[in-house]
């Protein structure tokens, strides 16, 4: 009788190389990606985009040593299929949606080219740090023949950090989806911390590095056979030493409730709060992110 398949899915895991002053991020997602696109019925070019972006966001996000911190990915567009794309990451938990106009993607083909999805359009990542309270943010053009390119350029003209991403996702026989992502960097001065003035681009020990992830396949980041750490070890086991980090647990974490959403309306003035209702004295708020919708009746936080 054979053994039932062993899936790895819906996980982070980090890595350093401190000898040659990198660290990685791995990730693949499953389950979660799943129920994030079920709640939307996207075409397929869009569920591709978006779990690409989810993936990004889990790759970038997990770095955040803030367990409190979010991790938002915004893309905005002009001339292009989607008007939006934002997805964002806080402690393990990932949720996205995408606004895009379905005339100009029927006359699209099948995989629209990254210029055709955003046209003259800008990648936003920003940090939010609840420890203090800081947020930064970066903007680059939406430069490149994919996503991942359009990631690397960010981190290297906005952060000046030597970054690979690569992506894969994939629709399984069942019609279930997997996501896979590589996340490398090179550390200044091999340490967090350190001055990025002495960084370089060209650094000897980064360009190995990199030579060696760009090996990964988009078939192997998107196989939940294949265990994370086992992807880690194919691409570094000549390397002297590796250390793997803690896994972190990836889930669909849309914050959305009914609870929530009516002690946000009660900030606002009763006069507001009416002006928002309709005929029935209901406020109805849409979750982009999980395509739901809150009716809030103005009575129960609203004097009359």
Known sequence: MDKPETLDLDRAIGFTIPARHARGRIVRL?????????AHAYPPA???????????AALIGSTLKDAGGQLTLQAQTDGGVVTLLVCDYRGGELRGYVQFDADRLAA???????????????LAITFDQAATRERYQGIVPLDGAT????????????????????????RRPDGSH?????????LPEGEDGRDRIHTRLDHPEWEHVAVLGQTMGADELADPGIALETLVWRLFNEEDEVR??????????????????ASVLAKFPPEEQRSM???????????AFCARKFPVPVSDHSAA
Do not use: K, M, W
């Open 244 to 261: 793997l980090l803690t896994a972190t647990p990836l889930v669909r974490g849309c914050r959305c409730s009914p609870d929530y959403i």
């Open 147 to 170: 996503l991942a390119e359009a990631a690397q350029n960010y981190f290297i003209q906005s952060e000046q950090i030597p970054t690979l991403v690569r992506l894969g996702v994939s």
């Open 46 to 56: 869009i569920e591709a985009l978006l779990a690409e972006a989810l993936t990004l």
């Open 108 to 122: 699209e083909p099948e995989t629209p080219t990254l210029f055709a999805l955003f046209g003259t359009g800008y």
């Open 277 to 287: 209702a309709d005929d029935n004295g209901i406020i109805v708020v849409d979750c």
């Open 178 to 186: 997997v996501a896979g992502g590589l996340f490398l960097q090179h």
């Open 30 to 38: 499953g389950p979660v990606l799943d129920e994030i696109l079920a």
